[in-house]
């Protein structure tokens, strides 16, 4: 799924990072297109179960600066 997030042209989901040693552990930023959260953006956590796809992944959002680079 990630290899598909980070080739899409989708600018839904973007920024997405994770750690080598840790691949159910992901942080990104979600950018919606619809109103009324089109004209913002959220920095976000997702967390894998290992029980994943069979248990949903928990999402954390948070209220920082985002990234640089994003």
């Known amino acids: 799924e990630l290899t598909d997030i980070q080739s899409s042209d989708s ?3 973007c920024c997405v990072e994770f750690d080598e040693n840790n691949l159910l552990h992901w942080t990104g930023l979600l950018v919606p ?5 089109n004209k913002g953006a959220f920095k976000v956590a997702i967390d894998f179960p290992v029980e994943y ?4 992944p ?6 920082e600066d985002l990234p640089p680079k994003c």
Do not use: A, N
């Open 11 to 13: 600018r839904t989901f």
């Open 53 to 56: 796809p069979f248990k949903p």
């Open 33 to 37: 297109d619809k109103e009324p959260y």
């Open 58 to 63: 928990k999402i954390t959002f948070f209220d």
